[in-house]
């Protein structure tokens, strides 16, 4: 056995002179994470590991690294699922119940239907699900109608796919068949009227798209931190549809007005280096800095005079709303959906066109150099997004769509 020199949670085992296995150990060195087998420098098994040490998942690869199938183990080392993949995809699915019969899935949706009316059946009838899974449909209306309860589908995100703007032709693949169908479902929750209203304008006979939006609460005391009036962030996910790097390269143009900005930029993802890259090539490194993964955003936005959001799209931003809520004044593209929801233009921080990195420059700069338009904004933003978003509206809004959909549960048998 070697343990990797540079990384003491690595270690690669040997047989004589063959490379057989590579551990990957948890951060402290303390338990396997998985264990890959070797034959002939291939791997044809990974082994993966439970917080107890036990082995919890199985997955097999063919000569071409493609993975074959996966087994899945509970505490007692039993297997209780299968899954066969062909051609790089799922594709058959074998449970083994509790009486060590199998029961063969040839989807996905057959499983999850299966799981819903087994194992979670008392909970559910007569009752209401909220589901994430738009595009698991035909599953949770098959549950349905065998259980009587009903499904409020929650879209937080846009249901657009590469467009900036209302599309018909464009919606995301997977929400295709589920937006063609709006009609037909017991009730659907947006995080915006914005949102409501393009999926009206699409059907409007719809009377089942409700508006609830999240909430984010005011700052709390411990996150009270001193503003610093040159800091600009952005808290994001490092993807290439966040447009970090374009706003990179334009950086520098605000330091001709204002020499000692800087622009923290917090998250981690695929775009990681292309960032590092684009700041490396504009001579930024004294202005731009990555961050690294934060846990306490509010406290950043509380610590920054201003935050971007340069996305292509959005939900609701959280993001957006805790920036807000911290007094930190934004500056957004006007994407899908969420930016005027919690920006009013010129009010509250500045919307510019999508893509226009310009303006949203120039818009960056002019609240560094006015500290009071600055601080009017910060202060409008935080009034009025608090108004509206608090716990007891959150509370009142479920309650509401509940009692709704509760009053005709009696009548769902004879739906078709």
Request: hydrophobic share 40%.
């Amino acid at each position: 056995m070697r343990t990797d020199d540079s990384d003491p949670t690595i270690r690669r085992y040997y047989r004589s002179g063959e490379y057989v296995a590579f551990e990957k150990l948890d951060a402290e060195g303390r338990r396997p994470v998985f264990v890959d087998l070797l034959a002939s420098g291939k791997r044809y098994r990974r082994l993966r590991f439970s917080d107890k040490n036990e082995v919890c998942q199985v997955q097999s690869f063919d000569d071409d690294n493609e993975l074959k199938a996966e087994e899945y183990f509970n505490d007692g080392g039993v297997r209780y699922l299968l899954v066969e993949h062909k051609d790089g995809a799922p594709a058959r699915w074998v449970y083994l119940d509790a009486d060590l019969r199998e029961v063969v899935f040839g989807s996905l949706n057959e499983m999850l239907t299966y799981w819903l009316v087994n194992f979670n059946g008392d909970v559910l009838r007569d009752h209401v699900l909220i589901s994430e899974w738009a595009f698991r449909r035909p599953a949770l209306d098959r549950a349905s109608a065998l259980l009587n309860f009903k499904v409020v589908y929650t879209f937080h995100n846009s249901h657009l796919g590469g467009s900036r703007r209302y599309s018909r032709s464009e919606f995301k693949p997977e929400l295709r068949s589920t937006l063609d169908a709006l009609g037909t479902m017991d009730a659907v929750v947006v995080l915006t009227d914005e949102q409501k209203f393009d999926l009206l304008k699409m059907n409007p006979a719809l009377d089942n798209v409700y508006v609830i939006p999240h909430v984010v609460e005011s700052q709390a005391a411990a996150e009270q931190v001193e503003r610093d009036p040159l800091r600009v962030v952005i808290i994001s996910r490092l993807s290439p549809e966040k447009g970090i790097v374009n706003v990179v390269k334009e950086f520098g143009r605000i330091l001709a007005s204002v020499p000692e900005a800087r622009l923290d930029i917090w998250g981690r993802g695929p775009e990681d280096d292309g960032i590092r890259a684009a700041i490396e090539s504009s001579g930024l490194s004294g202005h731009v800095s990555l961050m690294g993964f934060s846990d306490a955003p509010r406290k950043e936005y509380a610590a920054s005079a201003v935050a971007l959001f340069p996305s292509e799209y959005e939900g609701q931003s959280l993001s957006l709303m805790e920036c807000v809520m911290s007094g930190c004044v934004p500056v957004a593209y006007d994407f899908k959906y969420g930016a005027r929801y919690a920006i009013e233009d010129g009010v509250s921080g500045f919307i510019v066109d999508p893509g226009n990195v310009d303006e949203l420059i120039d818009a960056v700069r002019l609240l560094l150099v006015h500290n009071d338009i600055r601080e009017r904004m910060s202060f409008a933003g935080a009034r009025r997004l608090a108004h509206s978003n608090n716990a007891e509206r959150l509370r009142k809004d479920w309650l509401d769509l509940f009692l709704s959909l509760g009053g005709r549960l009696g009548r769902m048998g004879s739906r078709p």
